[in-house]
Every structure is written in C-alpha cells, then in structure tokens.
C-alpha cells in the first residue's frame, strides 16, 4: 500500500511562489511514476504535471508549463512542485499522486493511470 501526503499549500498573492511537497511511503515507491493534479471549485481534475520513476522524464500542462517545475527527491520517495508566477486562476486543491511503472522514463498524464492518490492541499491566489 502506498500512501501519499501533501503539504505546503496556503493562500499567496498573484505573482507569488509557492512550493508544494508529497511524501510518498510503502513497498517499492521509488518505481512509482507520479504527478501532480489539481481541481478548482465546480471544475474537473486537471493535469498539472509528471515526472518518471528515474526523474528523467518530465511533461506538464500547458496552462503551467515555463511556471511550475516538478522534481524527485534523491531517495524518489518525495515529490515537489515548485510554483512560480502565480494566477488567481490556479487556485485549486492540489493531488498528488502515483503509479506502478516498469519503465524508468515513463509518466502518465491521464488521472486514470494513477492508482493512488493523495488528500489534496489547498492553494488559493489572490488578485
């Protein structure tokens, strides 16, 4: 069983930075591809961005991309999302999550891909 746990979310003004994390722990977590998902009030879940189990695959989307930098810990047991140029319209619950991945350079971009996730930390930016 793996589970993940956020942190780092809070209320920042538009053109702040903030920094998320995900701690990840269970068997075998270090072969997890993960990514970062997010879901504003009334919205669906929407990718932000991915990362491969060797961190040497990256892909975001396209409303954060040159913004956010995601990021592995050495022991790829930690997750990081490093926000930069915020918009009011990034305010959203923010999801970590991870899945099982053979290939050490492949990530996944669909939420349905992802086995676990986890509870969500709120980022709110004010205008």
């Known amino acids: 069983q793996v589970q993940l746990v956020e942190s780092g979310g809070g209320l920042v003004q538009a053109g702040g930075s903030l920094r998320l994390s995900c701690a990840a722990s269970?068997?075998?977590?270090?072969?997890?591809?993960m990514a970062w998902f997010r879901q504003a009030p009334g919205k669906e879940r929407e990718f932000v961005a991915a990362?491969?189990?060797?961190?040497?695959?990256?892909y975001y989307g396209d409303s954060v991309q040159g913004r956010f930098t995601i990021s592995r810990g050495n022991a790829k047991t930690t997750l990081a999302l490093q926000m930069v140029s915020l918009k009011p319209e990034d305010t959203a619950d923010y999801y970590c999550?991870?899945?099982?991945?053979?290939?050490?350079?492949?990530?996944?971009?669909?939420?349905?891909?992802?086995?676990?996730w986890g509870q969500g930390t709120r980022v709110t930016v004010s205008s």
């Open positions: 990362i491969s189990w060797s961190g040497g695959s990256t």
């Open positions: 999550a991870a899945t099982r991945a053979d290939n050490p350079y492949s990530y996944y971009v669909g939420a349905k891909e992802y086995e676990h």
């Open positions: 269970g068997r075998a977590v270090g072969i997890y591809a």
